[in-house]
């Protein structure tokens, strides 16, 4: 299935803290279920990483890396990110916006009196949790909700209390805001994950803190020596036992088929089977199923630009959609608006980055030391490079010396600079709707560089390029391998951007 077809699907949200590696609890409390999800709804997944600092602010020495386990557990377990969206929270600026924007609105009795609150200063009594960020936590997370407008949040039964939050203050601000009479934001629903009991290995709940975990990334051996190890519900050979209320029980029921499911329960009730032998079969269960996620798991490992491409795409599309809710939410709220980035560029579909499949270096013939005119060496230059996007068969739209045309509609503004002195480029654009920029850079051995900046760029960074007039001005430096362009608040690097010309497809 297609992102084509996401919009006729109801949407669904949900996400994970990255404080380790994901474990079996995780996994067949919710992942398992996310990945049956994604192909009968929209689905956006993400790492919950701002929720990782509410307890875990003292110690982020391991928090990027851990971001990233998730991912790859994630990955590993099946999510497909041709069919759901997978980002890092943090990547995707538009949540702490609405979380501001609703920590205005939300009465301190609401947050005070969520469960969890209590319950986790308690379960971590060496903690000082008296944090603004801890209290406020489950307001983020209604802000991570609300920000898609999604139908569903599949959740375990013990956070139903949150999705209520969250649906009390998609209430409040509705009442408060409103656009053209109608609310901002729909209630979601709560889709009850079925999560069949896990216990750890100590029999008590499965969980990081405990140490009682069997990790979806453990290798077979340690899958096997950790069950090995379990507590099981038989302390003598001749006791009877319950599979409920052994872990390895549990195992079974979750990983075995049928038959052998039946075989280890009659047998544990009747203490006619051994606790080992129950044992070694659950090992053969569990790693059956493990395998394939692990091997998915460590092949993605080794490619890191893959991670990277996966985590940047997710953002970029998750922006997308939150920033269409934020501009319903700023203009309900009746903030002063800055020229919408609708206004700059037509609303066309996402356009995804593919790394650089057309990177020659383009070089301008000696002929352009003779032309005698800015404009001839422009028209020297966009030859060049007209001869390299042949494939796309651009159009040079009537009247518009640098505006190209895609077979599909799209605009393609072509500008090009000489450098300066500084080492810099300079560019003028005329402020026009843009679909896709192309910037044309050339350096003192005359290689012409090409960024190729796709919508989803132009759209999440216009506000920051600086205008004069008409124009608007941009510089773009090259230091080393690094490409930014400078912009009023920031440099943007750019680099990825080289002679990538997926957004022209
Ligand atoms: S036989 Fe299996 S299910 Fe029963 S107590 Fe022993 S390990 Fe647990």
Redesign the pocket.
């Known amino acids: 299935m297609t992102n084509q077809h996401a919009h006729s699907r109801p949407r669904v949200l949900s996400g994970m803290r990255p404080t380790g590696k994901l474990h079996l609890g995780n996994y067949v409390g919710a992942l398992q279920n996310w990945v049956k999800l994604q192909d009968s709804h929209e689905c956006f997944f993400f790492v919950a990483d701002w929720h990782a600092l509410t307890t875990d602010y003292d110690d982020t020495s391991r928090l990027a890396d851990n971001t990233l386990e998730v991912v790859l557990d994630y990955l590993g377990a099946g999510l497909d990110p041709e069919k759901c969206t997978i980002f890092v929270q943090s990547h995707v600026l538009q949540h702490a916006e609405l979380h501001v924007l609703f920590s205005m609105i939300t009465p301190l009795g609401w947050l005070e009196r969520v469960p969890s609150y209590k319950e986790q200063q308690q379960q971590m009594p060496n903690k000082d949790l008296h944090m603004y960020g801890f209290l406020g936590y489950p307001l983020l997370q209604a802000a991570d909700i609300l920000i898609y407008r999604p139908r569903f949040v599949p959740v375990g039964e013990d956070q139903a209390s949150h999705v209520e939050l969250t649906r009390e203050v998609a209430r409040r601000f509705n009442k408060f805001y409103s656009l053209k009479g109608q609310p901002v934001f729909p209630e979601p629903e709560t889709l009850l994950t079925p999560s069949p009991k896990l216990l750890g290995t100590d029999k008590r709940k499965m969980s990081k803190s405990y140490g009682n975990t069997i990790l979806l990334s453990d290798d077979a051996a340690k899958v096997e020596e950790k069950i090995k190890n379990?507590v099981?519900?038989?302390p003598k050979l001749t006791d009877r036992?319950?599979?409920n209320r052994?872990p390895?029980?549990n195992l079974?029921q979750i990983f075995s088929d049928p038959e052998r499911l039946a075989y280890?329960t009659r047998?544990?009730t009747t203490a006619t089977?051994?606790?080992m032998e129950?044992?070694a079969l659950a090992v053969q269960s569990v790693n059956a199923h493990l395998d394939p996620i692990r091997e998915r798991r460590r092949r993605l490992a080794q490619q890191p630009e893959k991670l990277k491409e996966i985590t940047q795409h997710g953002a970029e599309k998750a922006a997308q959609a939150a920033e269409k809710s934020m501009v319903a939410v700023r203009e309900a709220i009746g903030m002063l608006r800055l020229p919408s980035e609708k206004e700059m560029f037509s609303s066309q579909k996402a356009l995804w980055l593919s790394n650089g499949s057309d990177s020659l270096p383009l070089r301008v013939p000696d002929s352009i030391a003779e032309a005698n005119s800015d404009e001839e060496r422009w028209e020297i230059r966009s030859n060049v490079w007209l001869q390299k996007v042949k494939q796309y068969s651009l159009t040079r739209l009537k009247d518009k010396r640098r505006v190209f045309i895609t077979r599909k509609g799209k605009k393609v503004g072509v500008y090009d600079a000489s450098k300066s002195d500084s080492g810099e480029w300079v560019f003028g654009l005329k402020d026009q709707p843009l679909n896709v920029l192309v910037l044309l850079a050339q350096d003192e051995e005359r290689y012409l560089h090409d960024y190729v900046l796709p919508q989803v760029f132009l759209q999440k960074h216009w506000r920051q390029f600086d205008r004069t007039g008409g124009t608007v001005d941009i510089h773009l430096r090259k230091i080393g391998d690094a490409t930014s362009l400078l912009l009023k608040q920031s440099n943007l690097p750019i680099q990825q951007y080289e002679s990538d010309y997926s957004a022209l497809q």
């Open positions: 379990s099981t519900d038989r036992g319950d599979p052994c390895v029980g079974h280890i047998g544990c089977i051994t606790c129950c044992k």
